[in-house]
């Protein structure tokens, strides 16, 4: 068997599929193995098809693959949806006395367990607990020791009672159960425990936590899909720290909530979606020219407009960019994994008060609502530093008022980066606008001062570009003629595809890039490559052009926009057939 | 603070740009005596301004200020004061800015109930692009872009307040100085938001809504016997369309703030140089 175990379970929305999903990928996580997930999601509340996959190994994992081993349907739709992945050998665990699935086709080389979900799960106590009962099912055939379970439905169900925990672990043991008296198949699975813990987390969870943990004590959002997950992890947890979330009557107010907390000194944060940049664009450029360090966190959706909300793409990345009008300089980090998801926006924050910005965190879907299991040691809180940058105090405020004791907050200085003041520092009081200003913060059309102005916020770029580390990460070999380049989410998936890359005799390098802006240069990198593919979920090549831009070099892409993200296996081929085509045309 | 603080201290050495005559000179200066009465100081003082000729305000007074986005000044004084509650927080802005592009702000601003107060310099005309109808403009009002007038009835902002759940609801005269710094101070010392709606002439572009009209028209509540704590009697006083009222209509002595029921209590500026030293639970958490 392969090393790693695929799972999935699917019906409706509204069919408990994300907590049954969830209880699944827990119990593995705790019985020390390696897990990543994934989500087939619509935008309604019930009804449509939904699932919940999981794919582990003692090995880390951090991707997807193109292969369903045990899939738990409540739909046919559920097995129409993921004929694909499915395989000779494939076990498909279905309630037959269920009305969805009385005709069910179960194709051909694959196990159908026929299981009565419903009817045990009442003899159980209840038919609500149907889904425990197909998890019961699942370990009989992963060979699953069902105790790990027992630690999940802990887990989810204490906080309703002792009572209600025993009839789920009743539940799961009636699965389990009726597989080994009903079946005398041999299922080719076997999933071992290690003693490893690990925490299962996913990049939402990871933004917040990073925000926390960076000292972000306000928080304002309005909630959209998928971005949610931030707020309201940050709810209740975030208080505990002195801070404060605020749900906004609409993102245009989120943003200026954050920014009104930042001006009063708070470590502030906003996260949206594309459609929710949209509208803070408005009062992006005020953020700007009032320099004020402000993290707003964009998880990519598909687009444009309301586009496929639940679906995955990176297509925001011109708007973070260059969106808005007039020319202003912003930072935009973008993590490529779900433990970056934490450090980045850690490094955001730091970025946002040293060069007193906006920085857009460029998060997307793949990541956001995924989890995976991390040592806890991935998040190690002793490594996370505050730099708060040239804050004055009311003693060290005298070096920064002009001859007539006013206070200059946009002083015009060598690294671009002017003092800051939090209201309630003596002598501090200073105005702050989105209109042109001189030192003192005031309204300007004076051309001389106009020029000053813009030079030093442009400053600031080229000072952080001589301070910070912009490095992309490096995977593979290093001294590969073909150079493969994404951004965000994809690492993990090309980071697999370049295992199987090696099975086929084929090396690479691969240069994961987390800031966009401002970014690493990579011209002697491309240079040294006769093969340079950029790898990118969106149509145009957003990525692409950047690079070809900067590098003045033309590459070749790997684009997917069909709203599902790259699978470790499909990338490999996809990497693979680029290369013969470039060899057949040479 | 200090505690011999003059309006004077307000007072930034920019001279407005307002037209001679504009209601907005008697209208900031009594927002300036609003806050020295009421014991703060320009350090810990912020204003938060919008966009329009009402917009120029944080430049001619002296305080941490910022003039922000056009309609986006309720957001952003909520912001800063949950961020550092010590802080006295003051938002002005404009009819325009407060009941047209910033009015679904309005509402919600009212019913979040955040500490500060809210001063909008209500002239029923756009100045600053040189007239056209605003939302609190007549229905037969003829501007540049209304030639018969809008023919939509105006806004009613007292109204809009009490409907959202209102707790402090005031409406003043910029040229009546006492009673307009009276009103607004105790607008500042509402605990929640203490809304005033200034009459603030626009001497340029509006001929009706004048001086003279509000002076012949205007009817203090504090010559009345009105209870501000009477819901009811509030009420009647919004909804009645014959008369213009100054004074402090409604106050729910009662009212909490955001803040309070929040448990907001911290400057958020106060952070430790790293993680919180318990932040490692946070991580245990997704076990």
Request: net charge negative; glycine share 10%; proline share 4%.
């Amino acid at each position: 068997m392969p090393a790693d175990f695929n799972w999935a379970i699917g019906g409706e929305a509204g069919d408990g599929i994300d907590s049954t999903g969830k209880i699944f990928a827990q119990a593995l996580s705790r019985a020390g193995r390696h897990v990543f997930t994934s989500k087939d999601f619509a935008s309604r509340i019930r009804g449509g098809y939904t699932a919940y996959k999981v794919r582990t190994a003692i090995d880390p994992v951090q991707s997807v693959v193109d292969r369903l081993d045990v899939l738990i349907a409540l739909t046919q739709r559920t097995i129409d949806e993921n004929l694909d992945e499915l395989h000779e050998g494939s076990v498909i665990i279905y309630d037959g006395d269920r009305s969805t699935m009385a005709d069910v086709e179960i194709p051909e080389g694959m196990v159908g367990l026929d299981i009565p979900l419903k009817a045990l799960a009442e003899e159980a106590g209840g038919a609500i607990m149907r889904n425990v009962v197909a998890l019961g099912a699942a370990c009989a055939v992963a060979d699953f020791p069902i105790e790990n379970l027992d630690s999940a439905l802990q887990k989810r169900f204490g906080g309703k009672g002792e009572a209600i925990v025993e009839n789920n672990k009743k539940a799961a043991r009636a699965g389990l159960e009726y597989v080994h008296d009903e079946y005398d198949h041999e299922f080719d699975y076997d999933l071992e425990t290690t003693d490893e813990d690990y925490v299962l987390i996913n990049g939402d969870q990871a933004i917040g936590m990073g925000a926390i943990a960076a000292g972000c004590r306000f928080y304002a959002g309005y909630p959209i899909t998928p971005a949610t997950d931030v707020m309201e992890y940050l709810t209740g947890r975030i208080e505990r720290y002195g801070g404060h979330v605020v749900q906004a009557e609409d993102e245009l107010a989120a943003i200026n909530l954050a920014l009104g907390a930042a001006r009063a000194g708070a470590r502030s944060m906003t996260a949206t979606s594309g459609p929710g940049i949209d509208l803070m664009t408005e009062t992006f450029g005020l953020v700007a020219t009032s320099e004020t360090p402000l993290v707003i966190v964009d998880v990519m959706r598909s687009g444009p407009s309301t586009g496929m909300p639940t679906k995955q793409e990176q297509g925001d990345l011109n708007m973070m960019l260059y969106g808005g009008h007039g020319e202003i300089p912003r930072f935009v980090v973008a993590p490529t994994s779900i433990d970056e998801c934490f450090w980045k926006t850690v490094e955001a924050f730091n970025f946002a008060e040293k060069y007193q910005v906006p920085v857009y965190v460029a998060a997307d879907l793949a990541m956001a609502v995924t989890e995976q299991t991390f040592s806890p040691e991935a998040f190690d809180m002793d490594e996370v530093e505050i730099d708060r940058g040239k804050v004055v105090d009311d003693d060290s405020i005298d070096e920064w008022l002009d001859e007539e004791g006013r206070f200059q907050p946009h002083a015009l200085t060598d690294d671009g980066v002017s003092p800051r003041a939090f209201p309630g520092t003596e002598q501090g009081a200073h105005m702050s606008t989105g209109l042109e200003h001189d030192e003192l913060g005031r309204r300007t059309e004076d051309r001389s001062m106009r020029v000053e102005q813009v030079d030093k916020r442009d400053r600031k770029v080229e000072t952080a570009k001589e301070t910070e580390d912009f490095s992309p990460r490096e995977f593979g070999d290093a001294d590969s003629d073909t150079l493969i380049l994404s951004w965000g989410s994809n690492e993990g998936a090309l980071v697999e595809a370049l295992d199987f890359l090696e099975e086929d005799g084929i090396d690479v390098r691969f240069l994961s890039v987390p800031y966009m802006f401002p970014r690493p240069d990579l011209t002697e990198e491309i240079e040294a490559a006769d093969e340079v593919i950029v790898v990118e979920c969106n149509a145009t090549g957003q990525f692409a052009n950047v690079v070809e831009h900067d590098t003045l070099t033309r590459v070749k892409r790997i684009n997917k926009y069909d709203g599902v993200r790259f699978k470790a296996d499909e990338l490999a081929d996809e990497i693979k057939a680029t290369l013969d085509a470039e060899e057949v045309s040479a | 603070m200090s505690s011999n603080v003059r309006f004077t201290d307000f007072k930034s050495d920019k001279q407005p740009t307002w037209c001679p005559g504009c209601g907005d000179f008697g209208t900031m200066n009594g927002i300036m005596k609003a806050l020295a009465n009421s014991g703060t100081d320009p350090d810990n003082t912020f204003m938060v301004a919008g966009i329009g000729c009402s917009g120029k305000i944080g430049t001619y007074m002296h305080s941490y200020a910022i003039h922000g986005v056009h309609g986006r000044s309720l957001p952003v004084a909520a912001g800063v004061k949950l961020a550092n509650p010590d802080l006295t927080v003051v938002a002005a802005g404009g009819d325009g800015d407060g009941y047209s592009i910033g009015a679904g702000h309005f509402i919600h601003a009212v019913r979040r109930n955040v500490d500060m107060a809210y001063t909008v310099m209500d002239n029923r005309i756009y100045g600053l692009t040189k007239g056209q109808a605003s939302p609190t403009s007549r229905e037969d009002f003829e501007t540049s872009t209304t030639p018969e007038g809008p023919k939509q009835p105006p806004v009613n902002p007292l109204a809009l307040s009490l409907a959202a759940g209102g707790t402090f609801i005031a409406q003043s005269f910029a040229t009546d100085h006492k009673r307009h710094a009276e009103i607004v101070q105790e607008a500042i010392e509402h605990d929640g938001f203490g809304f005033v709606n200034v009459f603030s002439p626009c001497v340029t572009f509006n001929d009706v809504d004048t001086y003279d009209y509000f002076r012949d028209n205007l009817v203090d509540l504090a010559d009345t016997d009105h209870d501000p704590t009477d819901y009811d009697a509030a009420k009647e006083k919004i909804l009645d369309s014959s008369k213009e009222y100054e004074g402090v209509i409604y106050k729910d002595e009662s009212s909490v703030s955001y803040e309070e029921k929040f448990g907001v209590d911290q400057n958020m500026s106060d952070i430790p140089s790293g993680a919180p030293d318990d932040a490692m639970d946070l991580v245990r958490e997704f076990y």
